[in-house]
């Protein structure tokens, strides 16, 4: 057995609201086992056998049955969860600014969000990782930065989710 972390996209956060027992409980009955959810925010430690492919693939399944919506989620070993936010490139806590790591599941995706980088708004630092964006923006303009801005297309919802740093960190305990 393999410890995951699954990090579930656009969960409590704008329009598909679930209950974390639920998510729990639907996980645990799909066959994964040691379930525990982190935060509202779709969050999910579990242990599984098979690799990262396969643990993704059961659990939108087990998702998409059981809550009747449109599943996307981001697997990926602990160990590599605890790598990218030790490699986080940015000082981790500035005083009025949010720091962000986005999972990035499609290469062509990921070189996409890097590209962004020229963009960058002054105050805005984009930086990219191993399968992941570092990047930090002023709080309380998270969607109008150049990478939230592009993040909200469609297009992404399937490849990518993004996490804050402190969320990791609660994750990683």
């Known amino acids: 057995m393999t410890r995951y972390a699954a990090f579930l996209r656009g969960v409590n956060v704008g329009g598909v609201n679930l209950k974390m027992a639920e998510v729990a409980r639907a996980l645990t009955e799909a066959g994964f086992t040691d379930v525990r959810t982190i935060l509202a925010t779709g969050n999910v430690l579990l242990d599984a056998s098979g690799g990262v492919a396969a643990v993704r693939q059961k659990a939108e399944s087990a998702l998409r049955d059981s809550f009747g919506y ?4 981001l697997v990926y070993g602990i160990d590599t969860v605890r790598a990218v936010a030790d490699a986080y490139p940015f000082e981790r ?36 990782g191993d399968g992941v964006i570092y990047w930090q923006v002023p709080k309380g303009g998270t969607l109008d930065s150049t990478i939230g801005k592009t993040m909200g297309k469609p297009r992404y919802k399937s490849s990518t989710t993004t996490r804050n740093l402190r969320t990791l960190d609660k994750v990683l305990r």
């Open 93 to 128: 806590e500035v005083d009025g600014y949010q720091s962000y790591v986005t999972f990035v599941a499609d290469d062509a995706v990921l070189d996409e969000l890097a590209g962004l980088a020229s963009d960058a708004g002054p105050d805005e630092k984009i930086s990219r």
């Open 70 to 73: 449109d599943a996307w989620v």
